[in-house]
């Protein structure tokens, strides 16, 4: 039972263009999300969270996005830079407790591709 | 800034071989946790320890064992490896169990041919 699904295995835009990274979960406990981002060979780094209390938080050129009645999220990137190009994992963790409680449970990541 | 240390980064082993995976954390940080990432699967709980001396099991634990050696040590060892078993293993730690952000290691490639 995939609890936090991304379905888009991959996404390729254009320099200085928008990316957006969906994400959508099932268990109605997250109340934390989170989203990583990885390079070839390295371990995912945190890039930005949001609390279920907010429905938006912004970063610098990222902006996540949650929708809690859709139970789902997304990530915006603008504007993007070949930089960007890696995986993006989004995350899920039930800060107020339930069987989730304290573990980050992963999407299968999408790979962003960004053209110059 | 060393933050979380794995070793080693590449072992390759035959079915049925042991092994442990080391991993050390130099945040002060109490709960580490060890993940595998395999192609499509995104990353899996395999076990977690949420403070010094408290190991429990995550979502993918079977084949595995774990010691929460001190607040800075967590290993995982493979007692008979099988093939099923390759795959990148993730040590991370947090802050606590309930802090959200985790910081990662840079992985251990593992192939049990």
């Known amino acids: 039972d995939q609890q936090v699904k991304q379905n888009s295995p991959s996404l390729s835009v254009q320099e200085g263009r928008i990316s957006i990274l969906n994400c959508d979960y099932t268990?109605?406990?997250?109340?934390?999300f989170l989203w990583y981002k990885k390079y070839p060979a390295e371990g995912p780094t945190f890039l930005i969270s949001i609390s279920s209390i907010k429905d938006k938080n912004e970063d610098g050129r990222f902006t996540v996005f949650l929708n809690k009645s859709a139970k789902h999220l997304s990530l915006h990137i603008v504007p993007s830079q070949p930089g960007d190009s890696a995986v993006y994992f989004c995350?899920?963790?039930?800060?107020?407790?339930?069987?989730?409680?304290?573990?980050?449970?992963f999407g299968q990541g999408t790979i962003l591709t960004v053209h110059p | 800034n060393a933050g979380v240390t794995q070793t080693p980064k590449f072992q390759v082993l035959k079915t049925g071989q042991s092994m442990t995976l080391q991993c050390a954390q130099d945040m002060n940080h109490n709960s580490m946790y060890w993940y595998r990432q395999d192609p499509g699967m995104g990353l899996r709980l395999i076990y977690y320890?949420?403070?010094?001396?408290?190991?429990d099991k995550g979502e993918v634990p079977n084949g595995y064992n774990v010691s929460r050696l001190n607040k800075r040590e967590f290993s995982l060892r493979l007692e008979s490896a099988a093939p099923s078993q390759t795959s990148v293993y993730f040590c991370a730690s947090s802050v606590d169990r309930g802090a959200g952000e985790l910081f990662f290691g840079e992985g251990s490639r593992l192939t049990v041919l």
């Open positions: 268990n109605s406990m997250f109340d934390y």
């Open positions: 995350a899920a963790s039930a800060r107020a407790g339930g069987t989730s409680y304290g573990k980050l449970t």
């Open positions: 320890s949420a403070s010094e001396g408290t190991t």
